[in-house]
């Protein structure tokens, strides 16, 4: 059975460099443009991994991990934060809110999977 990531980002590119490098290993992606548009196409959704920006229109990545967490259903999902942000207050703003882990950009693919293999069981 093969697992489903959901990535939220508002860059086209860094959204698809990671839908790319998660499908290489073997992920089925899912591309959320912002926040409100993640949180729409995770509805109903058996998803393994949330990898999301934090800065976003309509709605921040720590609003949209907040609405997750808020879910059932996303209570032991790993969400992870990609962001360029990375202040310690962001970092904690993030833990509170449910963050899994943090990873700062530019990111190395090898990088990201290596963080995804600890996390996603």
Known sequence: MSKTALVVDDSTSMRQMVAFTLGN???????????????????????????TDLNMPNMDGITLIKNLRAKPEFKFIPILMLTTESQDSKKQEGKSAGATGW????????????????VVR
């Open 103 to 118: 990873i700062v950009k530019p990111f190395q693919p090898d990088q990201l999977l290596s963080v995804v293999s600890r």
């Open 25 to 51: 290993a073997g992920f089925d992606v899912i591309e959320g443009v912002d926040g409100k548009d993640a949180l729409e196409k995770s509805s109903g959704k058996a998803l393994n991994l949330v990898v």
